[in-house]
Structures are given as structure tokens and as C-alpha cells.
Nanobody, 127 residues
């Protein structure tokens, strides 16, 4: 059974950085597309970034426009972990962040194909 565990959330000031790991167990990342979603109070869940199982695709990584150039998604196959490096954080980035996964070729920034989800980690951005 697939399990995902997020960590790394916390409180930072605007302009700060955080790195969120998502440790995946039960299946190697070689077969998994993994995404980060976030949900702020009163708002819908939003796809932030994803990384495909297949690295050499032109669209192996995707980002929502609002985080382009500030967030970077990556994976460490030896640790079966996907990271979301968040830099130049803004108050509007504050949310609960979730990682999700599904077996396939191409990742997506919509919740539908994702079959397994972590419990989430909270990110607060305020001065």
C-alpha cells in the first residue's frame, strides 16, 4: 500500500524559504507521478507543482503560474522522496500543503488522477 508523509511546514516571514519533503513508501518513484497541492481556509485545493515518473519528458515538471520561478520540485530516487523547495514566500502561499501520487507517465495539476494522499503540512507566511 502506498503511503506518503509530508513534513517541513512551519511559520516564515515573507521572502523566506522552506523545503517540504514528501517521503513515499510502498512503490518506487520510478512508477509514480507526484504532485504538491495546497489548500488555504475557504479556498479550493490548488495544484502547485508536480513531477512525472518519466524524467526525460519535456513537461516532466509543472508549476502553477503563481509559483513559477519561486518554487522548485525535485526528487531523490535513493530516498524515494519528492521535495518542494519554496523561496521568496508570499502571504498568499500560506496553506496546508499535501503531496499526492498516482502510477502513470505524466503528472497533472488537478486532483482527479491522484489516488493516494498524505496528511498535509501547514505553511504560514506572515510578518
Amino acid at each position: 500500500q502506498l503511503q506518503l508523509a509530508e513534513s517541513g511546514g512551519g511559520a516564515v516571514q515573507p521572502g523566506g524559504s522552506l523545503r517540504l519533503p514528501c517521503v513515499v513508501s510502498g512503490l518506487t518513484l520510478r512508477y509514480l507521478n507526484v504532485a504538491w497541492f495546497r489548500q488555504a481556509p475557504g479556498k479550493e485545493r490548488e495544484g502547485v507543482s508536480c513531477i512525472s515518473a518519466v524524467d526525460d519528458l519535456d513537461d516532466a515538471t509543472l508549476y502553477v503560474d503563481s509559483v513559477m520561478g519561486r518554487f522548485t520540485i525535485s526528487k531523490d530516487m535513493s530516498k524515494n522522496t519528492v521535495y518542494l523547495q519554496m523561496s521568496r514566500l508570499k502571504p498568499e502561499d500560506a496553506a496546508d500543503y499535501y503531496c499526492a501520487a498516482f502510477a502513470g507517465v505524466n503528472c497533472a495539476l488537478v486532483p482527479f488522477p491522484y489516488t493516494d494522499w498524505g496528511q498535509g503540512t501547514q505553511v504560514t507566511v506572515s510578518s
